[in-house]
């Protein structure tokens, strides 16, 4: 379950993968629902859904870093250079970063007029209204950049995986897919 020296463990694993699929998803429904206009069946569902997945991948964000805090991670693979394993750390740092940014960005498009989050209909985030003229132009602008850099910092992350499974033929990518060694 836990990380080892050579390899994720399965909540690692599952972690890295739910964020994945889930930055993946808010992606494309949020290129997506931008275009829909008010006649859209859609056209509320969309952002409510968009809004609910974040907030469960914020808090599940939050929970991998305290995770990330308490597991032991494993050591880098021999054959990297030094400058692939600090580029690995600090893409991580990065993306880590611009998922936060996006969060923050997000709930402050969406509360910035003092109405909370409902998540799934289930229960409500509060809104703190706006705290600065502009803030859901401004957060929208910063929501939409950060999510293109991670987008693409991401696209750039898997390339490097696939890099050193096909190329370097290593175990980075297969110790992301639980595998054992």
């Known amino acids: 379950m836990r990380n080892s020296e050579h390899r994720y463990g399965y909540w690692a694993v599952?972690?890295?993968?739910?964020?994945?699929?889930a930055v993946v998803g808010l992606f494309g429904l949020g290129?997506?629902?931008?275009?829909?206009?008010?006649?859209?069946?859609?056209?509320?569902?969309?952002?409510?859904?968009h809004k609910s997945i974040g907030l469960s991948l914020f808090v599940l964000t939050l929970f991998r870093l305290s995770w990330r805090k308490i597991d032991a991670q494993p050591r880098a693979l021999h054959g990297h250079t030094q400058l692939e394993q600090k580029a690995?750390?600090?893409?991580?740092?990065?993306?880590?970063?611009?998922?936060?940014?996006?969060?923050v960005s997000g709930y402050m498009i969406?509360?910035?007029?003092?109405?909370?989050?409902?998540?799934?209909e289930l229960f409500a985030v509060p809104?703190?209204?706006?705290l600065f003229e502009n803030q859901e132009d401004i957060a929208g602008e910063v929501h939409e950049y950060a999510t293109y850099l991670l987008v693409g910092l991401a696209f750039l992350h898997a390339c490097a995986a696939l890099k050193h499974h096909f190329i370097d033929k290593d175990e980075t990518l297969k110790r992301m897919l639980g595998n054992k060694h």
């Open 14 to 21: 599952a972690f890295h993968w739910l964020s994945a699929l």
């Open 110 to 120: 969406s509360t910035a007029d003092g109405r909370g989050i409902e998540v799934f």
């Open 31 to 49: 290129y997506w629902m931008v275009d829909l206009d008010y006649y859209s069946s859609w056209y509320k569902t969309a952002p409510a859904l």
């Open 127 to 130: 809104g703190f209204g706006p």
């Open 88 to 103: 690995g750390h600090y893409t991580h740092y990065f993306l880590y970063f611009l998922m936060l940014l996006v969060f």
